[in-house]
């Protein structure tokens, strides 16, 4: 069974920072193209970030250059590393797990509130 567990959100500043984490099981690992997406209250889920097996990492045009992706291999984790966070940035993400089949898996999102 393929499990996807995220942790990592909460409440921060604008202009601060968290990462979030996605530590998964059950599946080829490292054969798996990883994802972040986040859907804000009454918006579409748009993909933040992705990271191949290959380790090639795109990230959408607005968090460019304040959001890192990351894999750790080793650990069957993915980060989310967010810096300069701004109040739009405020949404539920979720980890999304491509395994080698094509099949796609999703964790439970967790809650990022940008506020002052």
């Known amino acids: 069974q393929v499990q996807l567990v995220e942790s990592g959100g909460g409440l921060v500043q604008p202009g601060g920072s968290l990462t979030l984490s996605c530590t998964t099981s059950g599946i080829n690992f490292d054969a798996s193209g990883l994802g972040w997406y986040r859907q804000a209250p009454g918006k579409q889920r748009e993909l933040v970030a992705f990271?191949?097996?290959?380790?090639?990492?795109t990230t959408t045009h607005s968090v460019r250059g304040r959001f890192t992706i990351s894999r750790d291999n080793t650990k069957n984790t993915v980060y989310l590393i967010m810096n300069s966070l701004k109040p739009e940035d405020t949404a539920v993400y979720y980890c999304?797990?491509?395994?080698?089949?094509?099949?796609?898996?999703w964790g439970q999102g967790t809650q990022v509130t940008v506020s002052s």
């Open positions: 999304q797990l491509i395994g080698p089949d094509r099949a796609q898996y």
């Open positions: 990271v191949n097996s290959a380790t090639t990492a």
